[in-house]
């Protein structure tokens, strides 16, 4: 298989995991050194950080399970908050990631979420 057809099964599996809200799933993407970092729009061309990075997979996966309100088929899971509810149901933005392969699989070392709204967390 070609190093770009992996890669795009990379980020496959980072979107389904991400919406699956499975944490092992998703932080067994990432290198155990890899930044992930999460930025709100700021203007029509900045963004600014708005919480502290992650390290690693073991934190992507904490975060994901522990941060994340799952998805349910009629819409998001009551007493949610923040960019998953607050919000309503619409979050816009990109990721901007580092791939290197490590043992053969293709892992992510850094990882930007660019969010085109502004990132809302209750009582800041």
């Known amino acids: 298989m070609s190093d770009e057809r992996e890669i795009q099964g990379v980020l496959a599996r980072c979107v389904r995991a991400t919406d699956q809200c499975d944490g092992k799933s998703r932080g067994a993407l990432f290198a155990d050194d890899a930044v992930v970092q999460s930025f709100s729009r700021t203007g029509p061309d900045s963004h600014a950080p708005v919480t502290p990075s992650l390290i690693g997979g073991a934190a992507v996966e904490y975060a994901v399970d522990h941060c994340m309100a799952p998805h349910s088929l009629g819409g998001w899971a009551g007493g949610s908050f923040g960019s998953q509810g607050a ?7 990109y990721y901007d990631t580092d791939l290197r392969r490590i043992d053969g699989s293709w892992k992510s070392v850094g990882h930007r979420i660019l969010l085109d ?3 809302v967390v209750p009582g800041v």
């Open 87 to 93: 919000v309503r149901r619409i979050e816009s933005g």
């Open 117 to 119: 709204m502004p990132y």
